[in-house]
């Protein structure tokens, strides 16, 4: 894992997400609250890859991809124990039990709840 930005943020995160423009606002957002690295992926494939090439220290998974589900990219990340949170416009019913712990922001989110669910989501004590 990357070190941790000056404000405990991650410093290196991966977002997946298949809109490129939510993609581009997520990413400079993300930079703008001083994280060192956003990588963006636009499906599972791509984004199971870029873990196994550099593994993440925080993710941000769009629940509903054009091409199914983030899901596998949860599993993988959650096996690897690597903090992620899922985004959605989706109800809680549309993620797995097995999910159902993981932090979810509501698609649109603000900058205040994905700043919070970053700084929640990496706590180190």
Do not use: W
């Amino acid at each position: 894992m990357d070190s941790a930005s000056p404000d405990g943020l991650p410093g290196n995160i991966l977002v997946v997400e298949d809109d490129p423009i939510i993609a581009l606002d997520f990413e400079d957002t993300i930079l703008g609250f001083g994280v060192k690295a956003v990588r963006t992926a636009g499906n599972v494939a791509t984004a199971l890859d870029m873990i196994e090439a550099h593994a993440p220290d925080f993710a941000l998974l769009d629940v509903g991809l054009v091409r199914g589900h983030s899901f596998a990219v949860a599993e993988r990340l959650a096996a690897l124990e690597i903090p992620f949170a899922f985004v959605t416009g989706y109800g809680a019913d549309r993620v797995p039990a097995a999910f159902a712990d993981r932090p979810r922001l509501p698609k649109p989110c603000s900058r205040e709840a994905l700043l919070a669910a970053l700084q929640q989501s990496f706590k180190t004590d």
